[in-house]
Nanobody, 118 residues
């Protein structure tokens, strides 16, 4: 079973920045690139929504609400996907989840809290 470990969440003031990391310590390095990598978030009382994704084609996609503020990136050698979040807003407050998905597998991180508040 692939395990995903998320770090980097916390409390930040509006306008601040955070970088989330999601590492797959027990994944075979050679298969990391075969996964679609994504970040989702879920705020209280709302559905889980896609924030950013990195398909195997290499092209990143973003939700309109974070376009220009968030950047998804990855390090294949470290088996890690990142989400750099700048210009954070109170409405970005949510639990963030990383997702590694292939044609035969769908792995989720445990979720990490991001709170944007003065």
């Amino acid at each position: 079973q692939v395990r995903l470990v998320e770090t980097g969440g916390g409390l930040v003031q509006p306008g601040g920045s955070l970088r989330l990391s999601c590492r797959a310590p027990n994944m075979i390095t050679s298969v990391f690139w075969t996964y679609n990598l994504a970040w989702y978030r879920q705020a209280p009382g709302k559905k889980r929504e896609l924030v950013a994704e990195f398909s195997t084609s290499g092209r990143p996609n973003y939700a309109d609400s974070v376009l220009g503020r968030f950047t998804i990136s990855k390090d294949n050698s470290r088996k890690t996907v990142y989400l750099q979040m700048n210009s954070l807003r109170p409405e970005d407050t949510a639990t963030y989840y990383c997702n590694f998905r292939s044609s035969s597998a769908d792995h989720w991180g445990q979720g990490i809290q991001v709170t944007v508040s003065a």
